[in-house]
Structure formats: structure tokens, C-alpha cells
């Protein structure tokens, strides 16, 4: 039989604070909506304080208890139990007390507002107990107020699972960025160092500090954007540096940086990208124009490149499913309806547009 715990979280003080709080408010909502017309909130009060152990029993039964019966697969059990509390322990308890507490409060009150004898109150214990209407109006106030608690604690997993989902996800597309990187970094060390090239030294120190930047501070959901573009601005020296004269680099920079923050390592995969496969691969000059400017809150970044006459597809089909596949994901998680992102690949050029609303970041 499969295990089956009642929550997946720790019973934390903050919890029970919060669970006495929900409950706390709907006593007093429901008193107030019970007590309104009446105009006697006093006596509403104590009348929904005496059903609110049943509400919380039933809650709790359905919410935490019967699910153990669910997620083992003993769906007849489930079941079996569920309809008997909805449709008979629930509605029964609600009736006794109706029928011990409620009711003789409400007759000595009628009595004391100078009426006579509350017609509810007479007749035998199973007349009463048994009577439709009574037991009707008892199922019906029960199982509204635990069902509509119900439904919100069924939104709230919904949406905490949901996070979590959009979180891992968002935390493997990150952390493929890591290896690829790596993987595209000791490829280049490697010619380097074939080549016994005194530029070898002054490039291991730059990528250590961008491969710092990227283990340890980019394990948030965001980081300052001026962080972010001089972390771009150290790999475009060292690929400059790398390629001397064959490359004709232009990086340019419009607007205000301070002040803004965004999603870490969104820009980077668009720039590496415009190095691996439009520099790297071309023999002879080749040229790498970068445009990153911020107005407002829009942040608009655009890399373009030459192409290789021949272009190893393998390796650029692996591209980009890694890179910018991986960029179009996190985009869609982070900033939803807030991003547009434009890929031209034409025959000697390939372009990358991104825009973000740097205001509209979901925080997960």
C-alpha cells in the first residue's frame, strides 16, 4: 500500500495561526450574514460558534483525512465515506445541535421579546430530529460553508503546485545554460592552448569571473540589469580579444541601467550565440553588432551577426535547442505577455530582437 501523509508541509506555527485566522473569519462572516436580517448580531455569533467545531471537523476529515483513501487507490472507501458524511454524520450532528443548543436559545429569545413558543421547538426529540425541512436546511448549511473552504484550499494547492512546476522548470532551463557554456568555454580554451597562445591567460581569468557570476549569483529570480550587461561586456572582451583584427565588433549601449533589475542570464545565450556560430565558424572577417538600449521600463536588445558560408547544422540545430529555445521558455515564464522576441535568419545575416517590460517580471 502506497504511503500517504496529510500534508506535504511541516505543521508550522505560522500555519496554525493562519488556519485559526480563516476559521476565526468565517465565524464572524457568517455571523454577520446570519445575524443581519434579525439585526441581533449578538445571537448570531453564539449560534455559529456552537456549529463551528462540525464545520472544522468536516473540513478537515475531507480535506486531509479521506485523501489517504484516494491516493492508496481504495476508491470505494473514498467514496463510501464521503457521501456518508456529506449526505448523513454532517448533516445529523448539525441537526442535534440545532436541536440541544440552537433552538432552545432562539425560544428563550422569541420568549423574551414577548412571543409564544417557537413552533420549531415542539413535538418529540425524533419528530424533530427527523423532520425534512429542518434536515434540509441543516445539509444545505453545513456543506455550504466547508465546501466553499474546500474550494479555496483546492485553488491554493492548485497554484502552489503550479509554482513549483513553473519554478523547476525555470530552475533546469537555467541550469542548462551552465554546461553549455562550459561545454562552448573549454572548446575555445582548447584551440587556445593547441596553439600555446599567450591570450590563454587573460581569458581563463575572465571566464572564471563570468562562471563565478553565473554559479553563485544567479541563483535568484533576479539581479541588477547593470550586473547583468557587465558580465556581458567581460565575455564580449574576451571573445574580442580572442579574435583581434578578424573581428569588427560593435557593442552599443543607449539609456539609464541603474535602478533596473531582470531575469539573470537572458541576454548572454543571444550574444554567445552570434560568437559560436557566426564567428567561430566563418573563416575570414566577420562582424558582430550588438544594441542594447532602456526608455522607460522597456528594455529592447538586439544582436546581429554574419553567417558562416557553411554552417555545421548539427551543431546548430544543438544550439538552438539549448540556447535559444532555452531563452524563449524562461521568457514565457517570467515575463508572460511582457516579452517579444524576433529571430531573422536570412541567408548572410542572422538577427535577434528581444524586448521586455522590465516592470512585468513574475516572481515565482
Known amino acids: 500500500m502506497n504511503s500517504y501523509r ?6 508550522s506555527t505560522g500555519r496554525i495561526v493562519s488556519h485559526i485566522v480563516f476559521w476565526m473569519v468565517v465565524w464572524l462572516f457568517t455571523s454577520f450574514v446570519y445575524g443581519y436580517n434579525k439585526q441581533d448580531f449578538r445571537m448570531a455569533l453564539e449560534n455559529n460558534l ?43 450532528f448539525t441537526r442535534l445541535m440545532d436541536i440541544m443548543v440552537v433552538e432552545p436559545k432562539l425560544d428563550a429569545y422569541l420568549k423574551s421579546k414577548g412571543y409564544s413558543r417557537w413552533d420549531k421547538v415542539t413535538g418529540t426529540f425524533w419528530e424533530r430530529l427527523t423532520n425534512t425541512d429542518a434536515y434540509l ?29 513553473l519554478q523547476a522548470e525555470l530552475d533546469f532551463l537555467k541550469g542548462q545554460i551552465h554546461p553549455h ?3 562552448n568555454t573549454l572548446n575555445n580554451l582548447y584551440a587556445l592552448t593547441l596553439s600555446n597562445s599567450p591570450k590563454s591567460p ?18 535568484v529570480e533576479h539581479v541588477d540589469l547593470k550586473k547583468d550587461v557587465e558580465v556581458l561586456e567581460s565575455y564580449i572582451l574576451i571573445e574580442k580579444i580572442r579574435y583581434e583584427d578578424r573581428l569588427d565588433l560593435s557593442f552599443t549601449k543607449t539609456g539609464e541601467i541603474n535602478g533596473y533589475q531582470i531575469a539573470p542570464l537572458l541576454l548572454l545565450p543571444l550574444v554567445e550565440n552570434a560568437f ?28 546581429a551577426n554574419s553567417k558562416a558560408e557553411k554552417i555545421d547544422q548539427t551543431a546548430a540545430k544543438h ?11 524562461r521568457l514565457q515564464i517570467i515575463y508572460p505577455k511582457a516579452h517579444e522576441i524576433k529571430i531573422f535568419d536570412e541567408e548572410e545575416l542572422f538577427v535577434a530582437i528581444l524586448e521586455i517590460n522590465l516592470d512585468k517580471m513574475i516572481k515565482l
Not at 6 to 11: D, L, V
Not at 276 to 303: P, R, Y
Not at 319 to 328: A, H, M, P
Open 276 to 303: 559560436k556560430h557566426g564567428v567561430s565558424e566563418k573563416v575570414g572577417e566577420a562582424w558582430v553588432n550588438i544594441d542594447l538600449s532602456v526608455k522607460g521600463n522597456l528594455l529592447k536588445f538586439k544582436v
Open 137 to 165: 436546511s441543516a445539509f444545505k448549511g453545513a456543506n455550504l460553508v466547508v465546501w466553499v473552504a474546500i474550494a479555496i484550499r483546492s485553488f491554493k494547492l492548485w497554484y502552489e503546485r503550479h509554482h513549483a512546476a
Open 181 to 183: 557554456f562550459l561545454f
Open 202 to 219: 587573460n581569458i581563463v581569468m575572465g571566464l572564471s569571473e563570468i562562471l563565478r557570476y553565473m554559479l553563485y549569483e544567479c541563483n
Open 6 to 11: 496529510f500534508s506535504e508541509k511541516q505543521i
Open 50 to 92: 456552537s456549529f463551528l467545531p462540525i464545520h472544522i471537523f468536516y473540513f478537515y476529515t475531507v480535506s486531509y483525512f479521506l485523501p489517504r483513501f484516494l491516493f492508496n487507490k481504495q476508491y470505494f472507501i473514498f467514496f463510501a465515506l464521503l457521501l456518508l458524511c456529506v449526505f448523513f454524520l454532517v448533516p445529523l
Open 319 to 329: 544550439y538552438g535547442k539549448i540556447g535559444l529555445e532555452n531563452v524563449r521558455k
